[in-house]
């Protein structure tokens, strides 16, 4: 099997077959699943830019992959409705919905093969990567890991950003490798265009920019392999092309509207951008080279991750965010094969960290700079919402591991190759859960089933079973429901009458409650009219009391209550009060 896939041919079918299967289980998924809660917005708003040609209906997120998802719809009746501005981007899905109720699902469907076909790109880039980096062997690991990862499966069938902006990450990165390498006009305009584009598709790209120079002084200093003769002048204006070229790209995604507006013509929110509103007047006449719309979304996003926010982890709240959320959140959501291979890759390097067969200690540092500085950002947030926010560290931490195929030895290193073989072999256990990779827990962690014990919003539970509910309800007769569902698409859709829940105490009936909503996350709740309703803290944590009838996908429960159970809730908090044990 080594020697075959060392051909080209079977290099090629084994990376096609690979990435055909990823792209096949996605269909599956984009059609099982419920609309996520952002994805409800995402899609309405890209339409919208398409027709409108405007981007200020929501700027929290940049417009490159809401309009690419969109292009799918230009081809069918899809309408984006006439919604009014608005605060909440709930209110653009809301109106879609109401333009097209009958073809909504298909129509968001569509929307999620676009960032399938982003997902296939970015494994095809991870294979050129990792054979020019490390060998055949190695890229089809590097593949395997991508095509039979949870999370990227999850991501990559959802129309949002995150997958789309681990795959900039990494095509950015890998473009930024070529230049510093060559150092020619050509790599300095392809990763200026990928910059640009990565800037357009979610603000953490500004990360990009001293990646790519921490990068650059990785692989030149002291380094002999690559050529020192270019004059330093030529070197700067390289420099300066890829960071005008990116500058361009990003105006560009925004049509250029409201570029070159002065400081003045702003008042920013965010501490970063503030300091700009304190210049000296003069200063403040100084024209900014990026679109309006750019710099308020981007402004508006850092003053909303420094708010302070609900975040979970291990059955605890805080409002300030956990400094070690994102570790867990690694520990619970990665597959055991792809820790074991982990720790292996890192054995392998000290071992033969002096050798130069294997992963060299500037190519290192280069994989591992942008692990360490978005899990470091992200840990210092208040606001911590699931993996998704450090999605962009998993092509590095596969290609991390891809070394060790070319480490495969059954002569040599029987036992080493076996526990490598053994590892990979594990990896499509995961895929045992399909379509539900997006509540995807390793075995440790108690798998997805107690999920919710750890870690909850989009790690679990992001709104994806209401079409679960919906046939459970069509085999179970329910005359009375009580819903808290945590989502965007209006529960109303069910065609069933429900109503809310009681509020920190239980009474008799039957209910549904979203996992995220059980763990006492605050939410606004959607009512049968479609008003909200704040739900406090832990307002129904008490359900966690009760064992649940069904379970739906992951995300749902659904309960039903008796007057005995509420007498027996009744008596255990009675005995809790007076300091007795449950029986």
């Not at 490159?64 to 899809?78: E, H, N, Q, Y």
């Not at 909440?88 to 073809?103: C, K, R, S, W």
């Not at 490798?177 to 979610?202: D, E, H, N, R, Y």
Request: proline letters at 6%; a positive charge.
């Amino acid at each position: 099997m080594q020697n075959q896939l060392r051909t080209s041919k079977g290099f090629w079918s084994a990376i096609s077959i690979l990435l055909l299967f990823q792209f096949c289980l996605g269909l599956y998924s984009a059609q099982k699943l419920t609309v996520t809660h952002d994805e409800y917005w995402h899609l309405p708003v890209g339409l919208l830019g398409w027709e409108t040609g405007r981007f200020d209906y929501d700027r929290l997120n940049p417009p490159l992959i809401r309009t690419w998802a969109a292009v799918p719809l230009l081809f069918t009746s899809a309408k984006a409705g006439a919604p009014a501005r608005s605060s909440d981007p709930a209110d653009y899905g809301d109106a879609f919905l109401q333009a097209n109720p009958e073809n909504y699902h298909q129509y968001y469907a569509l929307g999620r093969i676009p960032i399938l076909l982003l997902s296939i790109a970015s494994g095809l880039l991870l294979a050129v990567w990792a054979r020019e980096l490390f060998g055949t062997l190695s890229a089809c690991l590097a593949v395997l890991l991508w095509t039979m990862s949870p999370n990227i499966l999850a991501n990559a069938a959802l129309g949002t950003q995150d997958l789309a902006i681990a795959g900039f990450f990494l095509a950015t990165v890998y473009c930024g490798w070529k230049f510093a390498k060559q150092v020619s006009w050509k790599w300095a305009l392809i990763t200026g265009l990928i910059l640009g584009l990565a800037q357009i598709t979610k603000y953490t790209a500004i990360l990009l920019v001293p990646i790519l120079m921490i990068q650059w002084f990785l692989l030149r200093v002291k380094n002999t392999d690559v050529n020192h003769d270019i004059p330093r002048k030529t070197i700067l204006a390289r420099w300066g092309v890829l960071l005008l070229v990116s500058c361009f790209v990003l105006n560009a995604g925004y049509l250029f509207q409201g570029s070159f507006q002065p400081i003045s013509a702003y008042q920013f929110q965010s501490s970063e951008l503030k300091v700009l509103n304190q210049l000296p007047p003069l200063l403040q006449n100084i024209p900014l080279p990026l679109p309006r719309d750019y710099l308020m979304g981007f402004d508006l996003q850092r003053f909303i991750m420094q708010q302070s926010h609900p975040t979970f982890l291990d059955s605890e709240w805080t409002r300030t965010g956990f400094r070690s959320y994102y570790l867990y959140t690694l520990i619970y959501k990665l597959p055991h094969g792809v820790q074991f291979l982990l720790l292996l890759a890192a054995f392998q390097w000290f071992k033969q960290r002096n050798q130069s067969d294997y992963i060299s200690l500037r190519t290192l540092g280069m994989l591992l700079t942008p692990v360490v500085l978005l899990v470091c950002i992200a840990s210092l947030s208040n606001n911590q919402l699931g993996l998704r926010y450090i999605l962009p560290v998993l092509p590095f931490l596969f290609l991390l591991i891809a070394p060790l195929a070319e480490q495969l030895d059954l002569e040599k290193n029987k036992l080493y190759s076996y526990a490598i073989i053994v590892a990979a072999l594990t990896l499509p256990f995961s895929l045992r859960f399909a379509p539900d990779h997006l509540a995807y827990f390793n075995e440790l962690s108690g798998g997805p089933e107690n999920g919710g014990l750890h870690l909850i919003d989009s790690n679990l539970d992001w709104g994806q079973d209401l079409y679960r509910l919906k046939e459970y309800l069509k085999q179970h007769k329910v005359d009375d429901l009580g819903l808290a569902y945590f989502g965007t698409v209006p529960p109303s859709t069910l065609g069933v009458p429900y109503r809310l829940p009681p509020e920190f105490h239980p009474e008799p009936g039957t209910y549904a409650i979203s996992a995220s909503l059980l763990q006492g996350r605050p939410y606004s709740i959607r009512k049968q009219d479609g008003s909200r309703h704040n739900l406090g803290n832990d307002a129904l944590g008490y359900l966690r009391f009760f064992k649940p009838k069904a379970r739906l996908g992951y995300s749902i429960n659904v309960y039903e209550l008796t007057p005995e159970d509420v007498i027996r809730w009744q008596t255990a908090v009675s005995r809790v009060q007076r300091g007795l044990p449950i029986n």
